[in-house]
Nanobody, 120 residues
Framework: VQLQASGGGLVQPGGFLRLSCAASGSIFSINVMGWYRQAPGNKRELVATITSGGSTNYVDSVKGRSTISRDNAKNTLDLQMNSLKPEDTAVYYC???????????????WGQGTKVTVSS
């Protein structure tokens, strides 16, 4: 199983980015998908999550200016981030709690990270 993240880059304050993540491999089902981020010197923190049923959760700092979405048929995940601030600068990691074929248990998987830099 692989999670491939993309969409990071350099953006000016007030700008926007769309991060995408594609899960591939021997996947039976995906429970929760989400985005975490880690800024230099900081711990990795939750940004947003979404369940298979579409329930979402956001960290307070991105509420109202970010939207997480997923396509269950394609096993893809997106995060639209608007009104970006310098404090959004971090490496963003996609995450999935999923069950593989022939497995009765679900495990956490992480993508490789995509860097977002918000700077003028």
């Amino acid at each position: 199983v692989q999670l491939q993240a993309s969409g990071g880059g350099l953006v000016q304050p007030g700008g926007f980015l769309r991060l995408s993540c594609a899960a591939s491999g021997s996947i039976f089902s995906i429970n929760v998908m989400g985005w975490y981020r880690q800024a230099p010197g900081n711990k990795r923190e939750l940004v947003a999550t979404i369940t298979s049923g579409g329930s979402t959760n956001y960290v307070d700092s991105v509420k109202g200016r970010s939207t997480i979405s997923r396509d269950n048929a394609k096993n893809t995940l997106d995060l639209q981030m608007n009104s970006l601030k310098p404090e959004d600068t971090a490496v963003y990691y996609c995450y999935a709690n999923l069950r593989r074929f022939r497995s009765s248990l679900a495990y956490d998987y992480w993508g490789q990270g995509t860097k977002v830099t918000v700077s003028s």
